[in-house]
């Protein structure tokens, strides 16, 4: 019998998937530790809708009336902030999660549309930098590879609090990651599991990070933008806080959002969608009288053009991408279709980032799959990659007559179901209607 | 050359000590300190600074080279993420003293509260006094040495970073464990101790140092997480 055959029910409850990971788990004793981000089905941007201009509105030209893409962030009290050329950033990704080829892949790519990229939880690599124009300096819990010298090369510096995947987690690196370089950086024994704390080690809550955040821009003179990165949960009281303790700008990261490796009951369970999360922090920071003085960056799942105009609508003023810039890279390609049958996965289906055996070369630090990723050319596909998400975005705000991303808005969008509706507060398409607006 | 925080900002006061370099060498007094924050942080110059009076947060954060000496208490997080130099303490600390220093030394003659050391990566620090709870917590390099006594968790998911009690331990945390005081600890000891200026005999500490149990996950060791 198949699966197909009549007569076989399969239970909504215990379904396959369930059951599977019952076995694993009295196989092994342990909860499974996986990469990516979400799987299950989830309100997303697909659920929003634009309303085209036709009689009421006046659209652009398609190729021949401008729609600008840049970006300024961190103005609120940086003497640098950056000046992007598109609205995609790339998104905090460690090296040791990743291969420093992919890290430098990631830096050449950004770099060459005039964007930003991020460093992560095991400090700055030479390769980054050198490749990256824009570069922005996490400064997380674990404070892994932390130095005032690296700290005032960046042009900009992310505090991490959370991430969409594990708000309320720390990092983790299993010890097959842990080679000697990863090591050095992190001043870690080779080959343990390295779990980081979820809480920073010299402050806690919104009072002592304004000190500490006044302590980084005296490190650095006051001369670049300091952000705050915070994983969607309480985002409006959060936003809020994140703003009084002297953010530059707000990293929002939804749970769709990427990881390296998380408990899967973590990344599945915790969090919020990271469409439910954009309306809440627009709305305080309209409250505080700060949108658009703070800078708003959105980042889980997001992978086309439709998606980064849609977050702009809704208030957004750039994005962030990760899993999809590994994509980009090359990650669950089917040329590796071999490969991830030996591993009993397929290409599609990858997320064991914590294992370090990805034969894409890109969340792994095994020399020789690492060197399956060529730097430069991963670096063309990305920037080939998010300029087809800015024309897309470009080309839907046109059809909006938007001449400008960030003039796109809320009343651009209707959402096709009554969920998405009430998460991004925008009318069902072919009403007015808002479930819970006041 | 002296800086009066009555009259000058510490904006001012950081600009200055950022403004030297290596080939800087002499004195710097900072006075009417006040508890300001972040005072003589992100210096790197072989520069001796001394505070007169209490110093609030951060103070000598991500110090490099410098010889800093603050004439009373300082706040949370003193010479955080420090990677050189000296920083002393005259006073007490408040929590996190040294968090994740890399490198140099940070002498403490009074106490200092919670989670001194925590995340240490390599630098050391001496404490005269006694150290609050879950102090050296995720320690992974350097040396900590406690005159007094220390709180509850000490050294909880410890890496490698060593901790000498002379104290009371009121209780130690995940994987960590008292171990064999050796020579070479004894003698690394001695060379803290004359360093910081401490009169005590290594003999009289206890070494503590992590039992490396839960450095890989295993699920019979599950109950310790």
């Known amino acids: 019998m198949t699966k197909e055959s009549p007569g076989l029910r399969e239970s909504a409850t215990f379904t396959r998937d369930v059951i599977a990971e019952i076995h694993r788990a009295a196989e092994t004793g342990i909860y499974d530790i996986r990469g990516f981000g979400a799987k299950r089905v989830l309100p997303n941007f697909d659920d929003l809708l634009f309303l085209g201009a036709s009689m009421s509105r006046y659209p652009l030209e398609g190729y021949r009336e401008r729609c600008e893409t840049d970006v300024v962030l961190g103005n609120r009290f940086a003497k640098n902030p950056l000046h992007l050329d598109i609205p995609i950033t790339i998104a905090g990704m460690s090296f040791g999660s990743l291969s420093a080829q992919a890290k430098e892949a990631l830096g050449r790519g950004a770099s060459e549309v005039g964007t930003s990229t991020t460093t992560g939880d095991g400090g700055m690599t030479p390769e980054e930098r050198g490749q990256s124009k824009h570069l922005v300096y996490q400064c997380l819990p674990s404070r892994y590879g932390m130095n005032p010298d690296d700290l005032r090369k960046a042009d900009a510096i992310e505090v991490v609090l959370g991430q969409g995947a594990k708000p309320g987690?720390?990092?983790?690196?299993?010890?097959?990651?842990?080679?000697?370089?990863?090591?050095?950086?992190?001043?870690?024994?080779?080959?343990?599991?390295?779990?980081?704390?979820?809480?920073?080690?010299?402050?806690?809550?919104?009072?002592?990070?304004?000190?500490?955040?006044?302590?980084?821009?005296?490190?650095?003179?006051?001369?670049?933008?300091?952000?705050?990165?915070?994983?969607?949960?309480?985002?409006?009281?959060?936003?809020?806080?994140?703003?009084?303790?002297?953010?530059?700008?707000?990293?929002?990261?939804?749970m769709q959002g990427g990881t390296a490796a998380t408990q899967e009951v973590f990344i599945e369970h915790v969090g919020i969608p990271t469409l439910a999360a954009v309306p809440?922090?627009?709305?305080?920071?309209?409250?505080?009288?700060?949108?658009?003085?703070?800078?708003?960056?959105?980042?889980?799942?997001?992978?086309?053009?439709?998606?980064?105009?849609?977050?702009?609508?809704?208030?957004?003023?750039?994005?962030?991408?990760?899993?999809?810039?590994?994509?980009?890279?090359?990650?669950?390609?089917?040329?590796?279709?071999?490969?991830?049958?030996?591993?009993?996965?397929?290409?599609?289906?990858?997320?064991?980032?914590?294992?370090?055996?990805?034969?894409?070369?890109?969340?792994?630090?095994?020399?020789?799959?690492?060197?399956?990723?060529?730097?430069?050319?991963?670096?063309?596909?990305?920037?080939?990659?998010?300029?087809?998400?800015?024309?897309?975005?470009?080309?839907?705000?046109?059809?909006?007559?938007?001449?400008?991303?960030?003039?796109?808005?809320?009343?651009?969008?209707?959402?096709?179901?009554?969920?998405?509706?009430?998460?991004?507060?925008?009318?069902?398409?072919?009403?007015?209607?808002?479930?819970?607006?006041? | 050359m002296d800086f009066d925080l009555k009259t000058v900002s510490v904006r001012d006061l950081n600009q200055a000590l950022h403004d030297m370099d290596e080939t800087t060498t002499g004195e710097v007094t900072v006075l009417n300190p006040d508890g300001c924050h972040a005072l003589a942080c992100g210096i790197d110059a072989p520069i001796n600074v001394n505070i007169k009076g209490h110093a609030g947060y951060y103070c000598s954060g991500m110090n490099k080279q410098a010889r800093v000496t603050i004439y009373g208490n300082v706040g949370v997080g003193v010479a955080e993420n420090m990677m050189s130099g000296t920083v002393r303490v005259k006073g007490n600390a408040s929590q996190s003293a040294?968090?994740?220093?890399?490198?140099?030394?940070?002498?403490?003659?009074?106490?200092?509260?919670?989670?001194?050391?925590?995340?240490?990566?390599?630098?050391?620090?001496?404490?005269?006094?006694?150290?609050?709870?879950?102090?050296?917590?995720?320690?992974?390099?350097?040396?900590?040495?406690?005159?007094?006594?220390?709180?509850?968790?000490?050294?909880?998911?410890?890496?490698?970073?060593?901790?000498?009690?002379?104290?009371?331990?009121?209780?130690?945390?995940?994987?960590?464990?008292?171990?064999?005081?050796?020579?070479?600890?004894?003698?690394?000891?001695?060379?803290?101790?004359?360093?910081?200026?401490?009169?005590?005999?290594?003999?009289?500490?206890t070494r503590y140092g992590s039992a490396r149990e839960l450095y890989n996950f295993k699920i019979d060791k599950s109950s310790a997480y």
């Open chain 1, 169 to 254: 987690g720390g990092g983790m690196l299993l010890g097959q990651k842990i080679t000697d370089r990863v090591a050095k950086m992190r001043t870690l024994p080779k080959g343990i599991d390295q779990r980081s704390a979820c809480r920073h080690p010299d402050w806690t809550g919104p009072d002592d990070l304004t000190i500490k955040i006044q302590e980084l821009r005296e490190i650095t003179d006051w001369k670049v933008p300091v952000y705050i990165k915070i994983g969607a949960s309480r985002t409006y009281f959060d936003t809020m806080l994140a703003v009084k303790s002297g953010a530059d700008v707000i990293v929002l990261d939804g």
């Open chain 1, 280 to 438: 809440q922090a627009v709305e305080a920071l309209n409250e505080l009288g700060m949108h658009r003085n703070v800078q708003l960056i959105v980042s889980g799942g997001i992978r086309n053009g439709a998606d980064v105009a849609k977050c702009m609508a809704l208030g957004a003023d750039a994005v962030s991408i990760g899993t999809a810039a590994l994509i980009a890279l090359g990650c669950n390609h089917p040329k590796w279709q071999t490969d991830y049958e030996e591993m009993g996965t397929a290409a599609g289906y990858y997320d064991d980032y914590q294992d370090g055996r990805d034969p894409a070369g890109i969340s792994t630090q095994d020399p020789e799959l690492a060197a399956r990723l060529d730097p430069v050319v991963g670096g063309r596909k990305l920037a080939n990659y998010l300029r087809v998400m800015t024309l897309e975005a470009q080309t839907l705000a046109r059809a909006c007559g938007k001449s400008h991303l960030h003039n796109l808005e809320p009343e651009d969008l209707v959402a096709l179901t009554i969920e998405a509706a009430a998460m991004a507060r925008v009318p069902l398409a072919g009403t007015n209607w808002i479930p819970g607006a006041k």
């Open chain 2, 98 to 205: 040294g968090a994740t220093a890399h490198g140099g030394i940070l002498v403490i003659e009074g106490d200092a509260a919670a989670r001194c050391g925590v995340s240490l990566k390599g630098a050391d620090i001496v404490v005269k006094g006694s150290i609050g709870h879950m102090s050296a917590f995720m320690a992974q390099a350097g040396r900590i040495v406690v005159c007094g006594d220390a709180g509850a968790d000490l050294g909880d998911s410890l890496y490698e970073a060593r901790i000498y009690v002379k104290g009371k331990v009121a209780s130690l945390g995940s994987d960590c464990v008292a171990k064999e005081m050796c020579n070479e600890h004894l003698a690394e000891l001695k060379g803290l101790l004359e360093v910081a200026g401490a009169d005590a005999d290594p003999a009289a500490f």
